[in-house]
């Protein structure tokens, strides 16, 4: 009887986390088709803006007078898409989904650690976050960064239970992605190859995992440096001496 009380009161505490977790979803999809305002500067200034002059001007190109133009741009490749069928709703909703995404991963994460409630208490806890929350409705870029270091720290994980190599080079990818969407992914990168020292991972492993990280992060670098002459424009100015700073 003992045991029967403990499995309802689970389930019971079960569906209450997963209708938190809906409802939250509810409200960041509900945001996603309010127009950008004061207190989302980004977007205004930069994710929104940059894109919608690439498509004015028929190219992708440096922009003198906005910095962040430099900054590696891969979701706002996907905001120009969406501002060119979908205006900035379809740029928000893009974002909303990397937020959906995100919380999914984590809760898959968990649960095959700690449970079920445990996973699910996870997710709520992250997407009720007021600054996850309110950033599932924007079309800002953190989510994005946050779901491709998920799946890199996922990976990470089933490598070092399976020790198949693939997933080295499917944590790379993801890590890879995040750099494009964010230089601070730089972070991370760091983070995972000192924790797969640590636990004694297979260097050749190590060495893939930088190596694909490096080579799918690189091409906005790339861009950056043969359009200013800094790789991580305009920071670095020092070492680097980048235009127009």
Not at 92 to 114: A, E, P, Q, Y
Request: proline fraction near 4%; hydrophobic fraction near 50%.
């Amino acid at each position: 009887d003992t045991d029967s009380t403990t499995r309802e009161d689970y389930c019971w505490i079960s569906k209450m986390l997963v209708f938190i977790i809906v409802i939250a979803f509810a409200i960041s999809f509900i945001n996603c088709f309010v127009p950008p305002g004061a207190h989302e500067w980004d977007s205004l200034s930069y994710h929104l803006a940059a894109p919608k002059i690439f498509i004015q001007n028929h190219r992708i190109e440096m922009l003198p007078t906005d910095h962040h133009s430099n900054f590696p741009f891969l979701l706002e490749m996907l905001y120009t898409a969406a501002l060119m069928f979908g205006g900035y709703v379809g740029a928000n909703l893009f974002h909303w989904c990397f937020g959906v995404m995100s919380t999914l991963l984590l809760i898959d994460f968990v649960k095959n650690r700690s449970g079920n409630v445990a996973s699910l208490l996870a997710g709520a806890a992250f997407i009720c976050s007021p600054i996850i929350l309110w950033e599932a409705g924007t079309s800002y870029i953190e989510l994005g960064v946050c779901c491709y270091i998920l799946i890199a720290i996922g990976s990470l994980s089933k490598l070092i239970e399976t020790n198949v190599s693939k997933w080295a080079w499917i944590a790379g990818s993801a890590i890879g992605f995040a750099l494009g969407v964010k230089a601070l992914s730089l972070v991370p990168l760091v983070a995972i190859i000192a924790a797969m020292l640590f636990v004694r991972t297979r260097i050749r492993d190590v060495i893939q995992f930088a190596l694909v990280a490096s080579i799918v992060g690189s091409p906005f670098y790339l861009k950056s440096f043969i359009l200013t002459g800094d790789p991580v424009y305009p920071f670095g100015y020092s070492v680097f001496h980048g235009k127009y700073w």
